[in-house]
């Protein structure tokens, strides 16, 4: 099961979920807000954990492994940690993908890139300068316009509830440590969620993890869909 980055949607994984259909089935999710979901309510990572958990529980997966990019990194960190059960998952996950995930605490970076988030216009230009700047390798332009319109679909208050509120909610006591084996994929590109952030901020809270690379930015779905893929094949095959 695979999830998004904020702003983005489940389309992230067309590319990428191609390859990987080739051995497991793949069920990519939209987070409420996002995408086809842009109108569903729930916004809090509880309930957004659990929106996830009772899509997991109604598809009956008992042996599935969850891939979280980014934002839902720090979901599906709640959802296969302590937190799982209480939130309604049935059965936990055989493994953990994370790919540059947001850590379970805050968010990184500081407060002027929520405030400049939070205050921009949301129009053509800003879904443009959104998608340049999570991205070092040039996206194919179908993949760029589907970016850019997810961008655009997302629900604002989804948008304002994620910037003001999802960043700084800190999990660490209600669902570190993470026992399930995991295998945390970083980008050589992303300046802000880096190798260095996530030896800092989340491999502490992993008692079982495996460090993998992409030379791309923070879209590694997008930008880097063959090797990523690989990636979680040999992980989710083993």
């Given at each position: 099961m695979t999830s998004h980055s904020f702003s983005f949607a489940r389309r992230e994984w067309i590319e990428a979920s191609t390859p990987l259909s080739e051995q497991f089935r793949v069920v990519a999710v939209d987070t409420p807000g996002h995408g086809e979901a842009h109108a569903v309510p729930g916004y809090t990572m509880a309930e957004t954990a659990a929106a996830f958990a009772a899509t997991i529980n109604a598809l009956g997966l008992t042996d599935y492994v969850l891939v979280g990019h980014s934002m839902t990194g720090k979901i599906m960190q709640i959802l296969a940690g302590r937190a799982g059960a209480g939130l309604g998952l049935a059965h936990p996950p055989a493994k953990l993908v994370l790919i540059t995930p947001t850590p379970l605490g805050q968010e990184v970076g500081?407060?002027?890139?929520?405030?400049?988030?939070?205050?921009?216009?949301?129009?053509?230009?800003?879904?443009?300068?959104?998608?340049?700047?999570?991205?070092?390798?040039?996206?194919?332009?179908?993949?760029?316009?589907?970016?850019?319109?997810?961008?655009?679909?997302?629900?604002?208050?989804?948008?304002?509830?994620?910037?003001?509120?999802?960043?700084?909610?800190?999990?660490?006591?209600?669902?570190?440590p993470i026992d399930v084996e995991t295998l945390l994929i970083v980008a050589d590109g992303d300046p802000t969620w880096g190798l260095e952030m996530q030896k800092k901020l989340t491999l502490p809270h992993l008692s079982n993890v495996t460090i993998a690379s992409v030379d791309c930015g923070h879209q590694v779905p997008m930008e880097a869909p063959q090797a990523l893929s690989d990636l979680i094949t040999a992980f989710a095959a083993s």
């Open positions: 500081g407060e002027d890139l929520p405030r400049e988030l939070f205050e921009s216009r949301r129009d053509d230009a800003d879904a443009k300068k959104f998608v340049l700047d999570r991205t070092a390798l040039p996206l194919e332009p179908e993949v760029f316009d589907r970016a850019c319109e997810d961008y655009a679909r997302m629900n604002r208050k989804a948008w304002d509830a994620w910037l003001t509120e999802g960043i700084y909610e800190d999990w660490t006591e209600r669902a570190a």
